[in-house]
């Protein structure tokens, strides 16, 4: 992988754990607890969706597989956190 792919690998992994960290799914690093903001998951894949828009045919077909597979996980994710309420 080329570094300007890795480069993007790394910012959609960054928005990917940011929204599973919203949706109570990973432990928040700075104060160790489980937390939940739906508008911060809401952002998050506003944010992918924006990444996703603005690289159309600019991304290897991995990257592409890779940023669809965290679009669609966070999603699902969002959809049954918003159905529990």
Known sequence: ?????????EL???????????LG???????GKFNKNLEQVKHSIDMLNMLKEKTTNNL????????????????LNYVEEVNKN
């Open 25 to 31: 799914k990973l432990k928040n690093p700075i104060n």
């Open 12 to 22: 959609i992994y960054i928005f990917h754990t940011a929204a599973m960290q919203a």
């Open 1 to 9: 992988m080329k570094q300007d792919e890795q480069l993007f690998a």
């Open 60 to 75: 290897s077909p991995e990257l592409y597989r890779m940023l669809e597979s965290f679009i669609t996980e966070i999603k």
